[in-house]
């Protein structure tokens, strides 16, 4: 089975301008997550998808945004960069939808995304 | 403020050494997860614990869960420098499912 896929793996953008970044879940994972990592604040809860809807937000401004595809598929967005917002940002999928249940999600390799 | 809180940040250490890392905080956690970290990659799951003073094994890697499920800790027995990457802990809170994520401990293990 195939692991969980990002494009692109790395991108150098400036401020101001926006970008769009994918994510394929593992085939038969309906539930997406996204994450930024950093240096200086390590993994931060960005958002979740799952058949669609966005079930869980983390507290980030609202130049984020995401969507996710039919096919459980998910983008995320982020306007008017700033230079703060270079980071590795991580999709994850996960199998089991339902809350309260201890869950695996595995991850893919990040997006390097670089803001000049 | 973190609410995971990982201990010690970075830890260089020799082959064949023992050690032990922490994960700390002052929230209880529903599950917690211990993940391992190369560069360029996404973390890799290690090991999940659900119960208050559970402990599981992975060969030389121990872990456990404290009895009040607000800390855990993860101990390598004879470190070799495969095990050398960034190590993480994350938890779940009541029916979340959303991971929070310490900040991670970055372990060298030198031959």
């Known amino acids: 089975k195939a692991g969980v896929t990002q494009t692109p793996r790395y991108l150098i953008k400036t401020r101001g301008q926006q970008v769009t970044l994918s994510c394929s879940p593992i085939?038969?994972?309906?539930?997406v997550s996204w994450y930024q990592q950093t240096p200086g604040q390590g993994l931060q809860f960005l958002f979740e998808y799952f058949s669609e809807t966005q079930r869980n937000k983390g507290n980030f401004p609202g130049r984020f945004s995401g969507r996710q595809f039919s096919n459980s598929r998910s983008e995320m967005n982020v306007s008017t960069l700033e230079l703060g917002d270079s980071a590795l940002y991580l999709c994850?999928?996960?199998?089991?939808?339902?809350?309260?249940?201890?869950?695996?999600?595995?991850f893919g390799p990040g997006t390097r995304l670089t803001v000049l | 403020t973190q609410l995971l809180e990982q201990s010690p940040q970075f830890l260089s250490i020799q082959e064949g050494e023992n050690l032990t890392v922490y994960c700390n905080s002052s929230s209880v956690f529903s599950s917690l997860q211990w993940y391992r970290q190369e560069p360029g990659e996404g973390p890799v799951l290690l090991v999940t614990?659900?119960?208050?003073?559970e402990v599981k094994k992975l060969k030389r890697l121990t872990f456990q869960f404290g009895d009040a499920r607000k800390d855990s800790s993860l101990h390598i027995t004879a470190a070799q420098p495969g095990d050398t990457g960034l190590y993480l802990c994350?938890?779940?809170?009541?029916?979340?499912?959303?991971?929070?994520f310490g900040k991670g401990t970055k372990l060298t293990v030198n031959p």
């Open positions: 085939s038969g994972h309906r539930s």
């Open positions: 994350a938890g779940t809170q009541g029916g979340s499912e959303k991971l929070v």
């Open positions: 614990v659900v119960t208050g003073g």
């Open positions: 994850a999928s996960s199998s089991l939808p339902t809350s309260g249940t201890v869950y695996t999600q595995y």
